[in-house]
């Protein structure tokens, strides 16, 4: 490097925006994102598969509205590498404005949609082009609102600072499923019977989706606040600006990327089956094998367990930064191995009784047990992913890693869980839980302790061969 270079990344200005800001616009636009999921993953079970998949059986029915409920983490990796490509050459700030705009909009526009019942096919089409441009806008979030907190933590504390982002996810959920739950009470919506003349099917169910864009105009507000983040600036006065990032971290951080996928592999896959199979399955209709459980009734009992999640995702920050991202990771993962393995025993419906009679109290302990775990194994994620990575594609190579693994453990899984109850029973989906851990545990053992990784030493170590062969 050049004295010249040297004196500038040297000059380059640490952040003077206030710590609290900074973690209110990292929290509040991954809320916002989180929201915008959750309330298509919510309609997915309840109201698309009425109002624009009505042909066929219900389980029919069901599956398309979960197959387009998949079309967002086909969409997510292509996201994360058009705002990674802008999040490294241009800024972390810049760009995660546009994905925050990305996901708002389609949102807003899901809410306008005409049924299938009004413009025929057209509609379940318009409404998997529109989850595509969601998918598209959370492909770039997580990763840029990652790097916002922890390219400005104190030493030390780096997995406590990554943590807020994460939180989203959780009040994210409680907001959305809180929402659709008092729309619930307010049109008297029962999810056990068919009212497609009701007003919470005929309009209701719009209204989440609308008002998703108040929330959008106040998370561009707190995010146009910001300044870039200290250790970008730096790595940009030392002049390592890519012309490719995309080409330099397939070159030089191909291991990076696999571990990465694999490692976020069980945390996707427990996280869909704990919000979004396991609705289906509550709530589904005995004679197709469910629990016809009351919507109402069990989306109460998903909101209670949401806290846990909630709560576990400090104290895994906490524990991440005193014992390590990959030992505390270890025990977590082994954990939701185990978990997997008492599906059968906890969701059959013999055991758990269905309809009226179906034991609530088994399903809150499922759901808490789930939820606890979630918390734990996603909150080290937003510190220990970048940390792989050097600052001139870590928001490109973190974001490939997160979203390339939503293929593997997120898209497919609602929908095989789907499958699997109907051909295997519910202790299969257990199985697939566990199988896919083990995957992940693997990962996690094959991968160095992040937590003590210098960023700007990384990115200095890292980059100049790329650098030298793809600058303008």
Partial sequence: MSDTSTEAAKSAPESSVPRRRIVIASMIGTTIEFYDFYIYATAAVSVFPLLFFPHGDAGAALLASMATFGMAFIARPLGSILFGHFGDRVGRKVTLVGSLLTMGIATFLIGLLPTVMQIGLLAPILLTVLRFCQGLGLGG????????VTETAEEGKRAWAAMWPQLGAPFGFILANGFFLLLTILFNYNSAETQLE????????????LVSILMVVVGLYVRTKLDETPVFARAMARGEKLKAPLAVVFQKNMKELVQGTFIMLATYVLFYLMTTWILSYAIGKTELGLLGIGYRKFLVLQL????????????????????????????????????????????NPAIMGTGENANTGLMLLFLCIGMALMGLTFGPMSALLPELYPTNVRYTGSGIAYNVSS?????????????????????????????????????????HETGTASLDSEAAQNATAGIETTSP
């Fill in 141 to 148: 979030e997580w990763s840029g609102a990652a790097l916002l």
């Fill in 198 to 209: 009701g007003s919470f099917l005929v309009w209701g169910w719009r209204i989440p989706f």
């Fill in 304 to 347: 209670i367990s949401v806290l846990l999640f909630a709560g576990t995702i400090p104290l895994a920050g906490k524990l991440a930064d005193k014992y390590g991202r990959r030992r505390l990771l270890l025990v977590v993962t082994a954990a939701i191995m185990a978990f997997g393995l008492m599906f059968n025993q906890l969701l």
């Fill in 407 to 447: 293929i593997l453990g997120a898209a497919l899984t609602p929908f095989a869980a789907v499958w699997l109850v109907r051909n295997h029973g519910v202790g299969a989906v257990g199985l697939y839980l566990t199988a896919m851990s083990l995957a992940t545990l693997i990962a996690i053992w094959l991968t």
